[in-house]
């Protein structure tokens, strides 16, 4: 691997010129801008625990390309014990970092890819795959962080990619050359996009044949002429600005990943990274792996985050004098309630997978859809409980610099002081990070990231084999089965 670790990946990405714009003005260097350092700080944790003992296991995999070892985020899944161990590592990561970490996205797009690309090539005598694994083996080699690009803006909702009065409202081919492809568009929501090495485009859902044009799939250098970024905002991002490290309440890490829009203005891509092209029964089969590996990672992830929540809840009831109270432990029970239940669905959609046509291996979607939903409801609820038991505090908390300002410090110290023993700058310390991980930006993440909610009722409306069921329902009520 060349490179090892997390200082190693922020250097890095100072070798590499992304166009990046925040606030309307550009960023030149992402490892060290207030707004984005936090997110390549929480992304080089993927690095840095592949170099220590204790982890090594989990963050690293043999590949079956070269037989090297690899970054785990650079990985096909060859069995279910590789999901599993994926899923344990991303909760030991949301533990580490309490936020997103981002090379998930990347890492499932290559698996969503590399099984889909195998099935074309099957059906139509393609070479897809092995252009695909000659990019991926570079992409293990020197352990790069991919970006995986799926949600196009979309433009009128009732309309599919080819009747949108503006094309570019999903990412599409304008040229076929001889020597490659020339796309535009956009996506949105590109979580790690700018602290990424590569890109990888996929399509956003299923397409028919007049969709042709916008059924494939192909990777570029995230520095690519024509290539813009606009990365979006944080709740509190301001905070950071002004230095209140405090405030901010996870001083070393962003809220969520650091998203941002990316925008291709007539970009080439040479046909080597061109890995489908206008096999367009294949949009629904990408997207469909990819959702439900990125939809299996949030009870892990997520998990991690709501053991923080959890740890940081029942510390401020110690340093508030609640801790004992009856109604305090009953609520931390559920808290731990919440998070481990989702934890076991991460882990029975791993323990359920199976080998695709390819070898590599799939979660179980179904489970995996049931446990992105339950996100979308237990992280809230847990968020909802952090909330009660933390107070109204966390909300109206006056600012790090009254707390050391020499007119009035010594009046905040005073009046959100509790139990004797604990510094009074822990407790509002503790309190600024519950106020950071329960806010705006970090629970819409929740609900949205990996599929709004109604995307997983969807699958598991279309998955839960309604027929069979009423089979089932029929012969214990006695009622004779009718042959089709
Ligand atoms: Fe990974 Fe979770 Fe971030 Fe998705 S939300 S990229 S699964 S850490
Ligand atoms: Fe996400």
């Given at each position: 691997?060349?490179?090892?670790?997390?200082?190693?990946?922020?250097?890095?990405?100072?070798?590499?010129?992304?166009?990046?714009?925040?606030?309307?003005?550009?960023?030149?260097?992402?490892?060290?801008?207030?707004?984005?350092?936090?997110?390549?700080?929480?992304?080089?944790?993927?690095?840095?625990?592949?170099?220590?003992?204790?982890?090594?296991?989990?963050?690293?995999?043999?590949?079956?390309?070269?037989?090297?070892?690899?970054?785990?985020f650079?990985?096909?899944?060859?069995?279910?014990?590789?999901?599993?161990?994926?899923?344990?590592?991303?909760?030991?990561?949301?533990?580490?970092?309490?936020?997103?970490?981002?090379r998930?996205v990347g890492f499932?797009g290559i698996?969503?890819?590399?099984?889909?690309?195998?099935?074309?090539?099957?059906?139509?005598?393609?070479?897809?795959?092995?252009?695909?694994?000659?990019?991926?083996?570079?992409?293990?080699?020197?352990?790069?962080m991919v970006v995986g690009?799926?949600?196009?803006?979309?433009?009128?909702?009732?309309?599919?990619?080819?009747?949108?009065?503006?094309?570019?409202?999903?990412?599409?081919?304008?040229?076929?050359?001889?020597?490659?492809?020339?796309?535009?568009?956009?996506?949105?929501?590109?979580?790690?996009?700018?602290?990424s090495?590569?890109?990888l485009?996929?399509?956003?859902?299923?397409?028919?044949?007049?969709?042709?044009?916008?059924?494939?799939?192909?990777?570029?250098?995230?520095?690519?002429?024509?290539?813009?970024?606009?990365?979006?905002?944080?709740?509190?991002?301001?905070?950071?600005?002004?230095?209140?490290?405090?405030?901010?309440?996870?001083?070393?890490?962003?809220?969520?990943?650091?998203?941002?829009?990316?925008?291709?203005?007539?970009?080439?891509?040479?046909?080597?990274?061109?890995?489908?092209?206008?096999?367009?029964?294949?949009?629904?089969?990408?997207?469909?792996?990819?959702?439900?590996?990125?939809?299996?990672?949030?009870?892990?992830?997520?998990?991690?985050?709501?053991?923080?929540?959890?740890?940081?809840?029942?510390?401020?009831?110690?340093?508030?004098?609640?801790?004992?109270?009856?109604?305090?432990?009953?609520?931390?029970?559920?808290?731990?309630?919440?998070?481990?239940?989702?934890?076991?669905?991460?882990?029975?959609?791993?323990?359920?997978?199976?080998?695709?046509?390819?070898?590599?291996?799939?979660?179980?979607?179904?489970?995996?859809?049931?446990?992105?939903?339950?996100?979308?409801?237990?992280?809230?609820?847990?968020?909802?409980?952090?909330?009660?038991?933390?107070?109204?505090?966390?909300?109206?908390?006056?600012?790090?610099?009254?707390?050391?300002?020499?007119?009035?410090?010594?009046?905040?110290?005073?009046?959100?002081?509790?139990?004797?023993?604990?510094?009074?700058?822990?407790?509002?310390?503790?309190?600024?990070?519950?106020?950071?991980?329960?806010?705006?930006?970090?629970?819409?993440?929740?609900?949205?990231?990996?599929?709004?909610?109604?995307?997983?009722?969807?699958?598991?409306?279309?998955?839960?084999?309604?027929?069979?069921?009423?089979?089932?329902?029929?012969?214990?009520?006695?009622?004779?089965?009718?042959?089709?």
């Amino acid at each position: 691997m060349k490179i090892k670790t997390g200082s190693e990946y922020m250097e890095s990405l100072k070798q590499v010129k992304p166009l990046i714009y925040y606030m309307g003005k550009k960023i030149e260097d992402v490892t060290t801008h207030p707004a984005t350092a936090p997110h390549v700080r929480a992304a080089a944790m993927t690095y840095s625990l592949a170099v220590q003992e204790e982890y090594r296991d989990l963050a690293t995999a043999t590949s079956h390309l070269t037989g090297n070892t690899i970054g785990r985020f650079t990985h096909i899944h060859q069995n279910v014990e590789d999901l599993i161990k994926k899923v344990k590592l991303l909760r030991v990561l949301g533990q580490k970092t309490g936020t997103c970490f981002q090379r998930c996205v990347g890492f499932d797009g290559i698996n969503a890819t590399y099984s889909t690309v195998y099935e074309i090539d099957q059906k139509y005598g393609t070479n897809y795959l092995e252009r695909f694994k000659k990019w991926l083996i570079r992409i293990q080699d020197e352990n790069l962080m991919v970006v995986g690009a799926m949600t196009d803006p979309k433009g009128d909702r009732s309309k599919g990619p080819a009747e949108q009065e503006d094309p570019d409202q999903y990412v599409h081919i304008v040229d076929r050359r001889d020597d490659g492809i020339v796309i535009r568009g956009a996506k949105l929501h590109m979580t790690g996009a700018v602290n990424s090495h590569e890109i990888l485009i996929m399509p956003t859902t299923a397409m028919n044949e007049a969709s042709r044009d916008y059924a494939f799939i192909c990777s570029v250098p995230i520095d690519a002429p024509g290539i813009t970024m606009i990365f979006g905002r944080q709740a509190n991002d301001s905070r950071r600005d002004l230095k209140e490290t405090i405030d901010v309440g996870k001083p070393s890490f962003g809220i969520v990943g650091g998203e941002a829009v990316i925008v291709f203005e007539d970009v080439f891509i040479p046909w080597e990274n061109v890995f489908m092209d206008g096999e367009t029964e294949f949009s629904g089969l990408v997207v469909h792996r990819f959702a439900a590996h990125h939809r299996a990672n949030y009870g892990a992830c997520k998990t991690g985050l709501m053991d923080v929540l959890t740890g940081a809840v029942t510390y401020l009831a110690q340093a508030q004098g609640t801790a004992k109270g009856s109604h305090v432990r009953d609520k931390v029970t559920e808290m731990i309630h919440l998070s481990e239940t989702l934890y076991s669905s991460s882990i029975a959609c791993s323990v359920e997978g199976v080998p695709t046509p390819s070898g590599a291996y799939m979660v179980d979607t179904m489970l995996a859809n049931v446990c992105k939903h339950n996100v979308t409801r237990f992280h809230f609820e847990v968020a909802r409980l952090a909330v009660d038991l933390a107070g109204g505090f966390i909300a109206t908390l006056p600012s790090e610099h009254d707390l050391r300002s020499e007119d009035v410090g010594h009046l905040v110290k005073k009046y959100f002081s509790g139990v004797a023993g604990i510094p009074v700058e822990d407790r509002i310390k503790i309190g600024r990070l519950i106020e950071a991980m329960t806010g705006g930006t970090a629970m819409v993440e929740s609900m949205h990231g990996a599929g709004s909610p109604q995307a997983q009722r969807i699958m598991i409306f279309r998955e839960g084999n309604l027929n069979e069921k009423i089979k089932l329902a029929k012969a214990l009520a006695g009622i004779p089965q009718k042959e089709k």
